[in-house]
């Protein structure tokens, strides 16, 4: 068994989830996906797209916002 020190808890917590948020909306952009493949009008077909686009920012930005909030060393 090892010892895990507060730091060590507190890097996997914040660690687990960054990839919570990428695995989040992965999902969601299989599911805008999903939405543009079955729909059969253009409402719903561009619901899908819009979701898939802010799956992609999302996928894009909310991990690196939040290791740049959680930057170790300097001031935060």
């Known amino acids: 068994m090892t010892d895990e020190t507060p730091d060590d808890t507190q890097a996997r917590n914040r660690w687990l989830a960054i990839v ?6 992965t ?17 719903t077909k561009g619901l899908g797209v819009a979701i898939v686009l802010a799956a992609l920012y999302l ?12 930057r170790s060393g300097g001031d935060a």
């Not at 919570?20 to 909306?25: F, G, W």
């Open 20 to 25: 919570a948020t990428r695995i989040a909306a």
């Open 59 to 70: 996928m894009a930005v909310v991990p690196l916002a939040l290791a740049h909030r959680w």
């Open 27 to 43: 999902a969601g952009a299989v599911l805008g996906l999903i939405l543009v493949a079955r729909a059969h009008d253009w409402p």
